[in-house]
């Protein structure tokens, strides 16, 4: 079988790639303009219509709705936020706490939701699994188990290489954390639900429609501009491509592979019965699904960034890439090692200079934005949409503050990435960092974090 590379992603095999809906005809206005079409721009358009149904919402997508890392990603709907460490030290561990809280939860309300608008995007809640491999790993993995339980999930199991195993069957396992604050999902069909959803409620949505500026009350495109009281961004990895905004978010590229679906006889082997989804405690850190079609999706940083802040048309992928993801798999799964690779695909997320996921709204001219998720976007994005439209509520003089709005992640700033070619040559040399103290502790027996690892954390502010 020959891998398809590129193809937008395999989730858009399984649903199609949509036919765009109609650009922006011309100047408009909005009480609401969100610019981007994914989970952000879509959740945040859901969940202001309902809660206040006579906002004139328009929502401004430059390819269609799903086209980068919403309809690209692993499909891991789970609890985990970008920066909650940072924000302990920044804002105390109550703050910290509260955030977390929030991102628990949050699972939960994608699934209600998406039950509520009979959203079928083949979720099921086994969980989250992240393993070890190396005594280092281990370590690591005993050390974030204890930080987890110590922000208020008393329901985290860590996990013997034994019982491990009787979930997954991950060759070389040395012990393993689970939650149940997480779920698996088709990334395609709960976005495509969701702007059906969206439109259902009076929404616009025009596609095919880049914004090429952002400025107060004015979000301008090729055809038009639209004029609102509010512009919200949420362009996440897609950012560096709005005027202004190059050194905001870097675009980091994760890429993924899909098998084709395994028989039987591999799944009595490897087992995975619960569906979890599979992370480990690598620097290069990998990630899984057992998707609805019992096949592997697989996905881990390739060639971590394009120099410039590009970002690719299709989602074609590095040959190298896809031989090691594929060679990931058959050392995770050696009865594997027979299975096709139907397709690999790459996409961009959004990453700040500290690694803090945030939102905001600048009250005084009414721009605001939400991202940053640094790969943790499908659940995250679902808080930071409820968050944006509790700030719009509390400016406009609908609402007033909430829970969520006092979040410690809110009008949280942070500088600029460096200038070329620094930044190219920090991120490369980051990775090419982690990758090598990986080999290293996996060929090791030391229970420490390898010092060439810490040092490229400390640099980075990525801990």
Known sequence: ??????????????????????????????????????????????????????????????????????????????????????????????????????????????????????????????????????????????????????????DRLLLSAAESAARIRVAGTAGGTWTPHGARVQPV??????????????????????????RPKHAVTPYGSVRAPYVLRCTEGFTASIKGQRRAWLPMNSSMIVTEPLPQHVWDTIGWEGRETLGDMAHAYMYAQRTADDRIALGGRGVPYRFGSRTDNNGRTQAATIDALREILVRFFPAAAGVAVEQAWSGVLGVPRDWCASVELDRSTGLGWAGGYVGSGVATSNLAARTLRDLVQLDSGQGGQTELTGLPWVGHRVRRWEPEPLRWLGVHGMYAAYRSADRREQAGRSGETDRVAKFADRVTGRH
């Not at 005809?25 to 219509?49: F, Q, S």
């Not at 095919?208 to 500026?213: F, K, L, M, R």
Request: proline share 4%; hydrophobic share 40%; glycine share 12%.
């Open 189 to 214: 069909k709960l976005l495509q639900g969701l702007a059906g959803a969206v439109e259902a409620l009076g929404v616009v949505i025009h596609e095919s429609t880049p914004v090429t500026e952002i």
């Open 1 to 154: 079988m020959t891998t398809v590379n590129g193809g937008i992603s395999f989730w858009y095999a399984q649903t199609g790639v949509p036919t765009p809906r109609e650009p922006l005809p011309g100047d408009t206005t909005a009480d609401v303009c969100i610019v981007g079409g994914g989970y952000t721009g879509l959740w945040t358009a859901y969940y202001l219509k309902k809660a206040v149904p006579f906002l004139r919402i328009t929502v401004l997508e430059q390819k269609f709705c799903g086209y980068g890392a919403s309809g690209r990603n692993g499909g891991w709907l789970y609890n985990g936020i970008a920066g909650r460490d940072r924000y302990a030290k920044l804002h105390g561990r109550d703050a910290a706490l509260a955030l977390q809280r929030a991102m628990n939860e949050t699972v939960d309300e994608v699934v209600r939701v998406a039950a509520e608008e009979r959203i079928e995007a083949d979720i099921h809640m086994g969980g989250v699994l992240e393993v070890a491999h190396s005594p280092a790993q281990l370590s690591r993995l005993k050390a974030f188990h204890a930080a987890e339980a110590a922000f208020g999930e008393k």
